[in-house]
């Protein structure tokens, strides 16, 4: 730790070790980026197939694939349904989107963008990664182990606790969320020390790209939330193992505690799954849009005061719990105010491209279809914000329809722009723009086809969280898993042409975007050498990346 | 290298606040644990009565109605209901009522009681004095006994804007087994108490 790693190689730029140790003892943010992008892959393609079944399930009323798969697991139908449902929620939240846009992108272009030669702390970095796959076979470990776990997402006892789920599949997910937990903790205070202190000599924070603007608040989030999370999980597991009664009545717990503080870290955990999103599209709607973001402090300080705000308004999860008025009125109140700085966002971004030099690259496309579909997803989020409405639709299918409009497609979304936007940059290979074009607009279609009809099936009344469902709610089930077929195609074909053109591609240049992009990363090689900034660039002048005004 | 010193000298103070941030943050969580219980008690937060020592307040000609509810977790082989099913008094005025309380197994059982009022809103002014709530319950085999609950509902509800429309409040009790009382092994207890919570439930709405 005395030294940064910058200077323990020569001067050869390329030098990268050889073989397995490359990837093992690894402190190289770029390939330590790359390990969480395919580790994100791994897990989604895992995540993604539960949610298949789930919906392969739900097609038609009755029970279909879950006796048979739930007796193959040693396990009964529904609570092997549950299980699924957790395992996916779970997955997707800790496994896919976190590593993907905190630990891929962040780690690959946070440093770049700053012109730092690396993270602050190439070794934790390591050690922050390595955590995720012993997490991630906990977590499958807690599916098929006994019962498994068939809790939710959100455990909540007396369902997670002994009286609930007795046998050792929850505890395989409370130690698998503590090791993703200390993985997340480890890497935000890489990426904090890394952002304050590292950035080139004239990049002040007013200067810095709204992505490491995004990362920063991302990582200041996960610090204060994370460990909250890992106090109440600890106090779960001692209830269930050590005979405490911290969520127990018959030992003077409650079991609302676990409520609010799971909720506690649980709203900042959406927006630590949704800001580097934030960022990611603002950088992809100025560069193809060929102007400067609209309103950059303004994009800057809505991150913030979105961060800041998330850890007041937790208990608008639970207004059925039995909250007083007044209470329900304040969470109501703070919930919608958050509606403020995130439309302060999608306008800022729509006038970005407002007399803009558009060009509808796959990289836009997902980040037009980004703002649509977040912005779909965020007026049900002010719909289930009023405490009136949410307790009429509170765990039914509009609730479903809400966050994924918001997560799976929103946070997804901007995944995939992401990384078809840095795919040159990464691999050094073109990416065929027919290929990207058809895998967004099969996505497209397939996402809104899967999770629009959930909108009708909520207000109809559907609970989640069933197996079954009355006859009555059959059509639009059937309509939404057609949806998820189409969907699972379009991935399937991405997947397909990505491994392709990963192989045998086209060379691309270090900037294939054109004037528009303006970040330190396109001033480097593609794929970008491993070593990249070991001279550090100089803002005082003003951006070296930004192109001379035409 | 002496910038790189530096560096790494800044880098690691800001790592080491991060840190210190990181164990406040769970320090504070369970220091949550009893501030959660000392904030519903003063503030009411989920229909948590208020506890006095004695009734300061004056009586007022206003009446109001509450009504008793009594439940049985099914680890309690207890009969547990009110001695009346609801009481007209006056806003101030001292109130003592009594549930029943029955061990229907052979052996001492040992119970605790959650409690809450509804409306929510009308628990910052319902106060106890006495109540066995307040702590642990052991039976003797076959014991009944009437457990008393004194209370008043303090006057000040009538100038809450919010809550001065509330007409009848209730009171309602649940009752577990202690954890350090369940025995290791207890499926007929299980059984037996199963039916323990038809009889008990008689008495709530």
């Known amino acids: 730790m005395s030294t940064t790693a910058t200077h323990a190689h020569d001067d050869d730029h390329n030098h990268a070790p050889k073989g397995i140790s490359r990837w093992l003892n690894s402190t190289n943010h770029k390939d330590i980026g790359t390990m969480y992008l395919v580790f994100s892959v ?94 991630l076979i906990l977590l499958i470990l ?68 709204l992505f490491v603007w995004a990362t920063l608040i991302t990582a200041v989030l996960l610090l204060l939330a994370m460990p909250v999370l890992a106090g109440a999980l600890t106090m779960l597991l001692t209830d269930r193992n050590f005979g405490t009664a911290f969520f127990d009545p018959r030992g003077g717990g409650d079991p609302l505690l ?42 800057a300080y809505a991150m913030a005061s979105i961060g800041i705000v998330g850890f007041v308004v937790w208990a608008h999860h639970m207004y059925t719990v039995g909250m007083g008025v007044n209470y329900r009125a304040y969470f109501v109140a703070v919930t919608m105010a958050i509606a403020v700085p995130t439309g302060i966002k999608i306008f800022s971004w729509i006038a970005t491209m407002w007399g803009g030099s558009i060009s509808f690259k796959t990289p836009m496309m997902w980040a037009i279809g980004f703002i649509f579909l977040f912005t779909v ?35 997804i979304f901007a995944i995939f722009a992401g990384f078809y936007y840095w795919f040159d940059k990464m691999t050094g290979k073109v990416y065929p723009e027919w290929a ?33 469902y009355p006859d009555i709610f059959a059509e639009w089930n059937m309509v939404s898993t057609w949806g998820a077929y189409l969907t699972m195609t379009s991935t399937v074909f991405f997947l397909i042409v990505t491994l392709i053109v990963m192989i045998a591609g086209r060379k691309s240049v270090a900037n294939p975007w054109g004037d528009g992009a303006t970040t330190l990363e396109w001033t480097v090689a593609s794929p970008a050498p491993f070593h990249t900034f070991e001279d550090t660039p100089d803002f005082t002048g003003g951006n070296p990346a930004a192109h001379p005004a035409e | ?148 609950v004194t209370f008043y509902i303090d006057p000040a509800i009538l100038e809450d804007e919010l809550a001065n429309e509330v007409q009848t409040i209730t009171l309602s009790y649940t009752f577990y087994r202690t954890l350090d009382d369940i025995p290791d092994e207890e499926p007929e207890i299980i059984s037996e108490a199963d039916q323990v919570i038809t009889t008990a439930q008689v008495g709530s709405f």
């Open chain 1, 42 to 135: 791994v897990a989604a393609l895992v995540g993604g197939g539960l949610s298949l079944l789930i919906r392969i399930e739900l097609g038609e009323p009755g029970i279909q694939v879950f006796d048979v798969i739930g007796e193959m697991m040693g396990s009964e139908a529904k609570q092997f349904y549950n299980v699924t449902v957790t395992a996916h929620a779970l997955l997707m939240v800790f496994f896919v989107v976190m590593p993907a846009l905190i630990g891929g992108f962040g780690n690959w272009f946070v440093p770049m963008m700053i012109g730092a030669p690396d993270m602050a702390f190439p070794r934790m970095n390591n050690i922050s990664f390595w955590l995720m796959p012993p997490a």
């Open chain 1, 142 to 209: 807690s599916g098929v182990m006994g019962q498994g776990a068939g809790t939710g997402w959100t455990l909540y006892p007396p369902l997670s606790g002994l009286a609930g789920q007795p046998d050792m599949s929850v505890d395989f997910a409370i130690l698998s969320l503590h090791l993703a937990g200390a993985s997340s903790i480890l890497g935000a205070t890489n990426f904090i020390t890394t952002i304050l202190n590292m950035r080139a000599p004239g990049m002040t924070m007013h200067k810095a790209p």
């Open chain 1, 258 to 299: 676990w409520q609010h503080l799971f909720w506690f870290f649980g709203h900042p955990e959406v927006y630590i799954m949704i800001l580097p999103a934030f960022g990611i599209v603002s950088h992809i709607v100025s560069t193809f849009s060929r102007k400067p973001v609209f309103g950059y402090l303004g994009m």
């Open chain 1, 377 to 411: 997803g965020g007026v049900t989020g002010v719909v289930l914000a009023n405490a009136g409405m949410d307790i009429a639709m509170h765990d039914t299918y509009y609730v479903v329809a809400h966050f994924h409009y918001v997560l799976s497609l929103g946070a």
């Open chain 1, 436 to 468: 990207g074009q058809l895998h967004f607009w099969t996505t497209f279609i397939g996402v809104n086809v899967l999770f629009f009809p959930q909108h009708f099936l909520g207000l109809a009344g559907m609970p989640r969280r069933y197996i079954d």
């Open chain 2, 1 to 148: 290298m002496s910038s790189g010193t530096d560096f790494s000298r800044r880098n690691r103070r800001t790592a080491t606040t991060a840190f210190v941030v990181v164990a406040g943050m769970v320090g504070l969580t369970f220091a949550f644990v009893p501030l959660y219980t000392l904030i519903c008690q003063v503030t009411g937060l989920g229909g948590t009565p208020q506890v006095a020592e004695r009734n300061e307040t004056d009586v007022s000609t206003q009446e109001i109605t509450v009504r008793f509810d009594a439940n049985v977790d099914r680890s309690l082989p207890w009969d547990f209901a009110p001695n009346e099913a609801s009481v007209t008094i006056n806003l101030g005025a001292e109130y003592l009522t009594s549930y029943r309380s029955t061990n229907l197994s052979d052996e001492a059982v040992t119970g605790i009681s959650t409690f809450n009022v509804t409306p929510l809103k009308a628990a910052q002014y319902f106060t106890k004095i006495e109540c066995f709530c307040f702590t642990e319950q052991t039976l003797e085999p076959g014991q009944s006994v009437d457990m008393p």
